[in-house]
């Protein structure tokens, strides 16, 4: 397994580890010519010292396969459907992933700017070919940068993580490739069971088989396993009218996209390949209370009525 870099709350951002130290942290810094990014780093700064932060303590695994074009993310959280509502937002996947068809993918997790300017950042400069640890460096300028998480992969292999040091514990975030494969992933996450929640994740999706969205869903069930969010289980509210099996998350998606689908007008707003979400809100009886077990219901269900009879 080739890891990249480890990321921990505590790290420095833009740093590229190629070779694992005990803290996580090696490799020499990636510079940003800031002679020739002053004027829009200083426009950023301005709007970004009025951004409000709102705390969206979850987990999610993004991932790449450079041969065929397709970018996938998925994530789960405590946060109920409603409140995330109530932040300006239609649910988990609108506030948190950044999708660029044919180019890369990125999460934007824990202190959420709820006016996305974080998010069109990400967007824009992914659509100029920008460097994944350059665009951590220029999301750093933010007064709330340390209450931030960001995972950003790329068609190219190019990976970046960064954890703030004002998340709680556990939070960290993990990338890699897989070998021999032009496979690559950033898997992270915050206010967690423990670092084994990331752990697990990222020993799932190596040792999964099949596509690149099935290593995904594995990813996703390795988290959910070993804990997952911190701060809810079957018997927090909202309580579903479901069979609930040890829930650690109220919401959860998961979204695949191809090189030919059609951007929106904002990050996350295209036609999309798939687009799975659950919520403790559309949560079906039949179905189970933890909605990490129903997405991975759904996904199979999903991909069986794609199999040609």
């Given at each position: 397994?080739?890891?990249?870099?480890?990321?921990?709350?505590?790290?420095?951002?833009?740093?590229?580890?190629?070779e694992?130290?005990?803290?996580?942290?090696?490799?020499?810094?990636?510079?940003?010519?800031?002679?020739?990014?002053?004027?829009?780093?200083?426009?950023?700064?301005?709007?970004?010292?009025?951004?409000?932060?709102?705390?969206?303590?979850?987990?999610?695994?993004?991932?790449?396969?450079?041969?065929?074009?397709?970018?996938v993310?998925?994530?789960?959280?405590?946060?109920?459907?409603?409140?995330?509502?109530?932040?300006?937002?239609?649910?988990?996947?609108?506030?948190?992933?950044?999708?660029?068809?044919?180019?890369?993918?990125?999460?934007?997790?824990?202190?959420?700017?709820?006016?996305?300017?974080?998010?069109?950042?990400i967007?824009?400069?992914?659509?100029?070919?920008?460097?994944?640890?350059?665009?951590?460096?220029?999301?750093s300028?933010?007064?709330?940068?340390?209450r931030?998480?960001?995972?950003?992969?790329?068609?190219?292999?190019?990976?970046?993580?960064?954890?703030?040091?004002?998340?709680s514990?556990?939070?960290?975030?993990?990338?890699?490739?897989?070998?021999?494969?032009?496979?690559?992933?950033?898997?992270?996450?915050?206010?967690?069971a423990?670092?084994?929640?990331?752990?697990?994740?990222?020993?799932?999706?190596?040792?999964?088989?099949?596509?690149?969205?099935?290593?995904?869903?594995?990813?996703?069930?390795?988290?959910?396993?070993?804990?997952?969010?911190?701060?809810?289980?079957?018997?927090?509210?909202?309580?579903?009218?479901?069979?609930?099996?040890?829930?650690?998350?109220?919401?959860?998606?998961?979204?695949?996209?191809?090189?030919?689908?059609?951007?929106?007008?904002?990050?996350?707003?295209?036609?999309?390949?798939?687009?799975?979400?659950?919520?403790?809100?559309?949560?079906?009886?039949?179905?189970?209370?933890?909605?990490?077990?129903?997405?991975?219901q759904?996904?199979?269900?999903?991909?069986?009525?794609?199999?040609?009879p």
């Open positions: 397994m080739q890891i990249k870099g480890l990321n921990l709350h505590n790290e420095e951002p833009g740093k590229s580890a190629e694992l130290t005990p803290r996580g942290e090696s490799g020499k810094m990636i510079k940003l010519n800031l002679r020739t990014k002053l004027i829009h780093l200083f426009a950023v700064a301005i709007v970004l010292s009025m951004t409000p932060v709102d705390l969206l303590a979850t987990w999610s695994v993004i991932a790449v396969d450079a041969r065929t074009g397709r970018i993310i998925a994530s789960a959280t405590c946060v109920p459907q409603a409140r995330l509502i109530r932040g300006d937002a239609t649910g988990l996947m609108n506030i948190q992933a950044i999708v660029v068809p044919g180019v890369g993918i990125a999460a934007a997790q824990a202190g959420v700017d709820r006016t996305r300017q974080n998010q069109n950042l967007y824009a400069e992914m659509k100029k070919g920008t460097d994944p640890a350059m665009i951590i460096e220029m999301l300028i933010d007064p709330d940068f340390q931030r998480q960001f995972g950003i992969v790329d068609l190219e292999g190019r990976m970046a993580g960064f954890s703030g040091s004002g998340n514990a556990a939070s960290l975030s993990v990338q890699g490739r897989l070998p021999n494969q032009d496979i690559y992933f950033s898997i992270q996450g915050n206010i967690l423990s670092d084994d929640v990331v752990y697990q994740a990222v020993s799932r999706f190596m040792s999964a088989e099949g596509t690149l969205t099935d290593r995904v869903i594995a990813a996703m069930e390795g988290a959910d396993e070993a804990g997952g969010d911190v701060r809810c289980t079957c018997e927090t509210e909202p309580v579903v009218e479901a069979v609930c099996h040890g829930r650690n998350a109220h919401v959860a998606y998961i979204l695949a996209s191809d090189p030919s689908d059609t951007e929106g007008a904002s990050f996350n707003d295209g036609q999309y390949a798939m687009f799975i979400d659950v919520t403790d809100q559309n949560i079906l009886p039949h179905e189970n209370g933890n909605p990490v077990l129903t997405l991975t759904r996904y199979g269900a999903w991909k069986s009525s794609r199999r040609k």
